[in-house]
């Protein structure tokens, strides 16, 4: 129980770490929300409209998904709040028993940023849908959120592009923390909802730690990392990750506490996921995964194939030999290769299989965590991505940070 502004709570989010890689700054831990205990480090699917392209919720369970990201703007929009809320929220609109994550839409001021005009009061928008003008406010993101019913809602950030630089990332870093305490206001069900503060400052280590303080200032469970993954270069974000986590000289804390989940907003490549689990994220989310599988690409150890290529035309193996999806079991990359840009069914297949492609790697983070052997499962890792050991400057200097060396001295 705690003290908020609203009185006396519950939490609606109790996190335990469960082991800690001696080496790096790599963790495991439980997550306990109210709908479900989630696993950490964790990779949320995008289910954009509380659905997932090609997949039904009972495929998604049978796949250990654990938590899954919805859409506030979109699902603000269609089917709307009242809908969800006469349909008891979202987990029972879609029939899903598990954990849910909202974003807050505030992403969509970048996304469709012709069509937003942002000022201190919002976001206005000209819907997609239908033209028409609405107006997305710190309490009306958090009104829609509460509708949803999601165990994780996001604050209404200001987001600009990682790329911008000069005055205007201040502003918005700086209006963040100001929407931030107005979303906190509005929450009508802090006993059963977490909000999750957003880090932001763009490519400023200054900003970024400013921002850093502001939000931990906060009474909150957790706290998401924004504005990244977005066009910057690689050394860029692999830095402003490893601020926001590492342990400075004299410091007890980092600037994003260990106690607390921390969430890393938009990563979804493979090589990105082991890199930053390895800087001390918690939790992920992206549309990679099921995107890249619409445009006939299956995620493999190596990388990515594309089975529009005529190579895989008289390929009679699975995608992976090693994956034990009902994908990989019953089809192969000829039949694939066959359907994929004809048939519906192939994002269908291919979504089962990357999806499960990603809920295995995070299982194996998370094993490989628990049983001290993390270092060398991102050796052997990196390894299978790049076999001639070519391995970008970036990634030997993230994970060298951390004391992983992929190549001796």
């Not at 495991?28 to 929300?33: D, P, S, V």
């Not at 250990?64 to 929009?77: A, K, P, S």
């Not at 932001?200 to 990392?225: C, F, W």
């Not at 490549?269 to 619409?294: K, S």
Request: charged share 20%.
């Amino acid at each position: 129980m705690k003290m908020t502004a609203k009185g006396c709570v519950k939490s609606a989010l109790n996190f335990q770490i469960l082991a800690e890689c001696s080496t790096s700054n790599a963790r495991t831990g439980i997550m306990k929300l109210p709908h479900f205990d989630v696993e950490t480090p964790v990779f949320m699917p995008v289910g954009t409209q509380g659905s997932m392209k090609g997949l039904l919720p009972k495929q998604l369970e049978m796949l250990d998904c654990q938590i899954i990201l919805g859409n506030t703007y979109h699902l603000g929009t269609r089917p709307g709040p009242e809908i969800l809320k006469k349909a008891g929220g979202l987990h029972k609109f879609m029939n899903w028993k598990r954990a849910l994550l909202t974003d807050s839409g505030g992403f969509q001021m970048v996304s469709l940023l012709k069509l937003a005009e942002i000022t201190e009061e919002g976001v206005k928008f000209n819907s997609p849908y239908n033209n028409s003008e609405c107006m997305l406010t710190p309490e009306h993101s958090i009104e829609i959120q509460n509708a949803i019913g999601a165990d994780i809602v996001m604050q209404l950030d200001d987001v600009v592009k990682t790329t911008t630089v000069g005055p205007r990332v201040e502003e918005a870093m700086h209006r963040t923390t100001r929407w931030l305490d107005r979303c906190l206001e509005a929450h009508a069900y802090p006993e059963r909802q977490n909000i999750f503060p957003i880090i932001q400052g763009g490519l400023d280590p200054e900003l970024r730690a400013m921002s850093a303080k502001k939000q931990t200032e906060r009474d909150v469970n957790g706290y998401a990392i924004g504005g990244l993954s977005g066009g910057e270069c690689k050394d860029d974000f692999w830095n402003m990750v490893h601020l926001c986590t590492q342990t400075k000289d004299g410091d007890k804390e980092p600037l994003l506490p260990k106690n607390k989940p921390r969430y890393l907003m938009g990563v979804g490549f493979a090589v990105d996921l082991v890199v930053c689990c390895a800087l001390g994220i918690d939790m992920f989310d992206c549309v990679f995964p099921t995107r890249t599988a619409r445009f006939g690409c299956a995620l493999v150890p190596s990388g990515q194939l594309n089975l529009k290529k005529q190579e895989y035309a008289l390929d009679f193996s699975p995608i992976d030999e090693e994956c034990d999806c009902s994908t990989c079991a019953r089809h192969t990359r000829a039949f694939l290769h066959t359907i994929v840009g004809y048939e519906t069914v192939a994002c269908h297949l291919l979504s089962v299989h990357n999806l499960a492609f990603q809920m295995r790697l995070m299982k194996s983070v998370r094993e490989s965590i628990k049983s001290g052997t993390f270092p060398e499962f991102v050796m052997a890792f990196m390894k299978r991505a790049f076999p001639s050991a070519d391995y970008p400057k970036w990634v030997l200097d993230s994970l060298g940070a951390v004391n992983i060396k992929l190549k001796p001295d």
